[in-house]
């Protein structure tokens, strides 16, 4: 439908859960990653119009630079789970900017 109409589609990878949770940092995409990259490949990619934004690895590279206390404090409940708060996080653009992604 948006194709039709001349939209460019954006299809993101996920937030990643808490890289720090373990005290090392480790990212590794999911497979909800692997599923919008190929949704892109099967929808026609860059030439029809339909782009995959590395949402995922752009935030865990935030989240490294900001280190696991600063991205802890920001996982309240679970590892996976942001907080809702996420003014108290100005430092890191992804909570503001899902679309800060396409800048990499």
């Not at 990653?33 to 934004?53: D, I, R």
């Not at 996080?89 to 992804?94: G, L, N």
Request: charged share 15%; net charge neutral.
């Amino acid at each position: 439908m948006f194709l039709r109409k001349g939209a460019r589609v954006l299809i993101s990878s996920p937030t990643p859960d808490n890289p720090w949770e373990t005290g090392n940092f480790t990212y590794k995409p999911d497979r909800f990653t692997y599923y919008a990259w190929l949704t892109v490949s099967e929808l026609g990619g860059p030439s029809a119009g339909v782009y995959f934004v590395q949402h995922g690895q752009y935030t865990a590279q935030a989240m490294f630079n900001i280190g696991s206390t600063f991205t802890n404090a920001n996982y309240p409940i679970d590892h996976t789970h942001t907080s809702p708060a996420t003014e108290l996080c100005p430092r890191v653009e992804m909570w503001h900017e899902p679309a800060a992604g396409l800048r990499c």
